[in-house]
Nanobody, 125 residues
């Protein structure tokens, strides 16, 4: 059974840091693109960052470049999102997704096969 289990969300003041984790089942994790999306109230879902778990290619939304870092741990089948210099506008539910379809685009939610349940990040000013 495919599972993506997110953790690490919480509340933090502006300028603070959080690290999100996404633990995946082995067949979901191997040699695929995984990504983090977020959705704030009243806003469209946004692709935040993505990583190819074998080649370690990464992609970032302009809004988080220089502040967020996506990484992976093959031994743990886990993808991380280190979020530094957090801003109130980063407040959202963050979702882990996996298995980008061929010809898909990392910033398209619907191009991924699997989605986690989400973890809430709240940044106060």
């Amino acid at each position: 059974q495919v599972q993506l289990v997110e953790s690490g969300g919480g509340s933090v003041q502006a300028g603070g840091s959080l690290r999100l984790s996404c633990a995946a089942s082995r067949d979901t994790y191997t040699n695929t693109w995984m990504a983090w999306f977020r959705r704030a109230p009243g806003k469209e879902r946004e692709g935040v960052a993505a990583i190819q778990t074998y080649f370690i290619w990464t992609r970032y939304a302009d809004s988080v470049k220089g502040r967020f870092t996506i990484s992976r741990d093959n031994a743990e089948n886990t993808v991380y999102l280190q979020m530094n210099s957090l801003k109130p506008e980063d407040t959202a539910m963050y979702y882990c997704v996996a298995n980008l379809r061929d010809e898909g685009h990392w910033f398209n939610w619907s191009d991924f096969a699997y989605w986690g349940q989400g973890t809430q990040v709240t940044v106060s000013s």
